[in-house]
């Protein structure tokens, strides 16, 4: 007699949607505005320290944002927020600190790591793996 295993949910909880690909692009796109507003500024007044503090404002932005808030100002006018994949709760700050070097390797590798979430059944990117988070949809 064969044993089967039990079936893993892949489709969100009753009233829950997951961040699909091209959301998540357009949220992403209006952050990369905002930072890219900021290095502006800082590279044309303090030149190439002005572009590492931008470097290092890009970073402590998303850590932040995700540890803090669960959501960056781009995903908020479209309700999207990052939970652990686990149990739906809130994220910690390792989850968003694994998250960012996730998503560092999801660009190197072509953006095939970005791209992924186009095809998992829970809209997951290889950042989204890392890090132990989803993106929903509130």
Same mark, same amino acid.
């Given at each position: 007699?064969?044993?089967?295993?039990?079936?893993t949910q892949? +489709?969100?909880?009753? @009233?829950? %949607?997951? &961040?699909?690909?091209?959301?998540?692009?357009? *949220?992403? #796109?209006?952050?990369?505005?905002?930072?890219?507003?900021? +290095?502006g500024v800082? @590279?044309? %007044?303090? &030149?190439?320290?002005?572009?590492?503090?931008? *470097?290092? #404002?890009?970073?402590?932005?998303?850590?932040?944002?995700? +540890?803090?808030?669960?959501?960056?100002?781009?995903?908020?006018?479209?309700?999207?927020?990052?939970?652990?994949?686990?149990?739906?709760?809130?994220?910690?700050?390792?989850?968003?600190?694994?998250?960012?070097?996730?998503?560092?390797?999801?660009?190197?590798?072509?953006?095939?790591?970005?791209?992924?979430?186009?095809?998992?059944?829970?809209?997951?990117?290889?950042?989204?793996m890392i890090?132990?988070?989803?993106?929903?949809?509130?």
């Open positions: 007699m064969a044993q089967w295993a039990p079936q892949t +489709g969100p909880a009753p @009233g829950v %949607a997951f &961040g699909g690909f091209w959301i998540r692009v357009v *949220a992403y #796109i209006l952050d990369a505005i905002i930072l890219g507003i900021v +290095g800082l @590279g044309s %007044a303090a &030149g190439s320290a002005g572009s590492g503090l931008a *470097a290092l #404002i890009q970073i402590v932005y998303f850590i932040g944002m995700w +540890g803090y808030m669960g959501q960056t100002v781009g995903m908020m006018p479209f309700g999207l927020r990052i939970v652990r994949n686990a149990d739906g709760g809130k994220i910690t700050w390792g989850n968003a600190v694994m998250r960012y070097i996730g998503l560092i390797v999801a660009f190197i590798c072509i953006f095939i790591g970005v791209i992924w979430v186009a095809f998992d059944a829970r809209k997951r990117g290889w950042h989204d890090g132990g988070t989803v993106v929903i949809k509130q």
